[in-house]
């Protein structure tokens, strides 16, 4: 691309009674007007987008280009806010979508109708390198030296790993006891100055915000709309991983609300190109145990309302929540979030693709992840909440057992170690599959197996 970026893409606020506009130089993260979240968006009449998507599929066959290598900057046009120079990738988005007929018979689907989308595969082992590695080229592009996020684990893994790749210091900030070992691990092994805060998420979110601004680090939470702009690739690849068919559902579980806002944006933004005629619909699955998105849609009606949202009932209810001293807790500790920071971009993604917000329990959550295991490739909780909550969504109807059905499994199984042992080893489920002790003895041992 050789026109200055300049001229391709911009940054504007997603209120429409504000819509104040800034160039994708600047570092921004909200509004400095009205405190809303910011767009990219893009003149798409001076972008040279293919006409039909099938075209992006030929960069597959060409490896050896490191920007078609990767899952996100194939599909460069789309996103086109950063010259070549400033791009980071380290192979994100070679991840897989896994036609799976034993989950699909299990839940009594039609057959061939469920697939999922495994981002396990990411070299952090989670969605957010799609996302990242949009960010940290924004963050080559304005001259960044140093960046933060606040985690529930896979945010802080995959930042310290492009920070290191990009020569940014990083500082992450984690709930004390809030995070999976393996991503604690990785976050150490990668090297970032990593802070555990005592308290939760929200408790990180806002800390890390105001220490960004106080010292000016560059912030890599999905507050920071080039990030979004990564992970809209998942969407395309999904459709590529269909042979460019729109499904009828995406499920995804909904924790800071990212994903569910970029994939709005992407199939917004796909149909405004003609490059799909229909978007699908969306289920954003919420845990019982931390379900601000499923509390205000289902039972408050709040709804996206052409950008202007009741903004006065979104805070009445975070003072709710902070009187009665809430704090979320499942067993998913990715998704353990009350105060969502996409909450906004999330109702516009309900209302572009007529979506639906559920819940499901740990017990749910647990099973479901199990089952993912034994007949899948297996994923951590929070990506299992897709799978349980597709199973309400059948059982209820809404969805048809014949529709195509895609499951975002957004992290990889290793992650979260400790709660897949304790479901096997205590038998806390019906899928569970406990080791059995044997003494050290040839006889006993072939005993048993034959058993
Ligand atoms: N699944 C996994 C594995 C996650 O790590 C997260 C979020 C989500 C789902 C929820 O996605 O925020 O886009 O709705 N993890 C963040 C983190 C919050 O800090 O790692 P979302």
């Known amino acids: 691309m050789t026109a200055d970026y300049k001229d391709l893409a911009f940054q504007q606020c997603i209120n429409p009674d504000c819509g104040a506009s800034f160039d994708c130089g600047q570092t921004l993260f909200r ?7 910011l767009d990219v968006r893009y003149h798409w009449d001076k972008i040279p987008v293919p006409r039909r998507l099938s075209d992006f599929a030929r960069r597959w066959a060409n490896r050896n280009h490191w ?52 981002e396990g595969l990411n070299p952090s082992g989670s969605f957010k390198d ?19 996020c606040a985690s529930t684990g896979n945010t802080s893994a995959s930042v310290a790993l492009y920070a290191h790749r990009c020569g940014l210091k990083c500082t992450v900030f984690v709930g004390s006891g809030r995070i999976a070992f393996g991503k604690l691990s990785q976050a150490m092994d990668y090297g970032a100055q990593t802070i555990q805060i005592q ?97 205000l849609v289902n039972n408050r009606g709040l709804r996206w309302n052409g950008g202007r949202y009741d903004r006065r009932q979104v805070e009445a209810y975070y003072k709710e929540l902070t009187d009665r001293h809430f704090s979320p807790h499942t067993c998913a500790s990715a998704i353990e979030i009350s105060r969502p920071v996409n909450l906004s971009k999330c109702l516009r993604a309900l209302d572009v693709c007529n979506g639906v917000v559920r819940q499901v329990t740990d017990q749910q959550i647990c099973d479901a992840k199990a089952l993912v295991g034994r007949y899948g490739l297996g994923c951590e909780p929070a990506s299992a909440a897709t799978v349980a909550g597709l199973r309400e969504l059948l059982a209820e109807g809404t969805i048809a057992k ?23 080893k205590d038998r806390q489920g019906s899928l569970s599959n406990p080791p059995i002790e044997v003494p050290n003895d040839l006889e006993r041992i072939i005993e048993l197996i034959k058993s």
């Open 67 to 118: 920007l078609d290598l990767s899952g996100v900057w194939r599909f460069r046009e789309l996103l086109a806010f950063c010259p070549d120079q400033y791009k980071v990738t380290i192979g994100e988005g070679q991840t897989i979508l896994e036609q799976n007929q034993a989950i699909a018979s299990h839940l009594g689907m039609g057959p061939d109708r469920l697939f999922l989308q495994y």
């Open 31 to 37: 509004c400095p007007s009205c405190g809303d979240l």
């Open 199 to 295: 308290g939760d998420f929200d408790d990180c979110m806002r800390q890390v915000q105001a220490v960004c601004s106080r010292v000016g680090l560059y912030l890599l939470n999905s507050l920071n709309p080039f990030r979004l702009e990564g992970q809209k690739t998942i969407m395309f690849r999904v459709l590529e991983g269909l042979d460019w068919q729109v499904p009828d559902w995406i499920v995804v579980p909904g924790g800071n609300l990212g994903n569910s806002s970029a994939f709005g944006k992407a199939f917004m933004e796909l149909k405004e190109l003609g490059l799909i005629q229909r978007p699908p619909r969306l289920a954003v699955i919420n845990a019982t145990g931390a379900n601000t998105l499923w509390d």
């Open 402 to 424: 014949d529709e195509l059905v895609v499951c975002i499994l957004t992290g990889h199984m290793l992650k979260d170690p400790n709660l897949t042992v304790n479901y096997h």
């Open 130 to 148: 799609n996302g990242m590695a949009a960010a940290f080229s924004h963050a080559r592009l304005v001259g960044a030296s140093s960046c933060a």
